[in-house]
Nanobody, 125 residues
Framework: QVQLIESGGGLVQAGGSLRLSCAAS????????MAWFRQGPGNEREFVGL????????YYADSVKGRFNISRDNAENTVYLQMNSLKPGDTAVYYC??????????????????WGQGTQVTVSS
């Protein structure tokens, strides 16, 4: 049974930084393409970025490009989302999602089989 557990959310002022973690059990993350999504109040789940299983290729939504960075530590079986220059509009519940192998362009939530429980990120102005 694959389980993904996010951590690292919290309250931060605009302009600040946070690093989210997504730790996996029951799966070898090196064979998984992993993505981060977010869902703000009253909004649909939105693609943030992904890291492809093969070679570490990353792809980001335009809204976070240049501010957010996704990385992985295969030895720790963990994926990270480093968020810099945070804005109040980044306030949301952040979810990690995984799919074995996957695609370098899977930006739709329904493409991912495994999901974490989410972690709240709140950015104050």
């Amino acid at each position: 049974q694959v389980q993904l557990i996010e951590s690292g959310g919290g309250l931060v002022q605009a302009g600040g930084s946070l690093r989210l973690s997504c730790a996996a059990s029951g799966a070898t993350l090196s064979t998984y393409s992993m993505a981060w999504f977010r869902q703000g109040p009253g909004n649909e789940r939105e693609f943030v970025g992904l890291i492809y299983y093969n070679g570490g290729y990353t792809y980001y939504a335009d809204s976070v490009k240049g501010r957010f960075n996704i990385s992985r530590d295969n030895a720790e079986n963990t994926v990270y989302l480093q968020m810099n220059s945070l804005k109040p509009g980044d306030t949301a519940v952040y979810y990690c999602a995984g799919l074995q192998f996957g695609s370098s362009r899977n930006t739709f939530p329904y493409k991912y089989k495994y999901w974490g429980q989410g972690t709240q990120v709140t950015v104050s102005s």
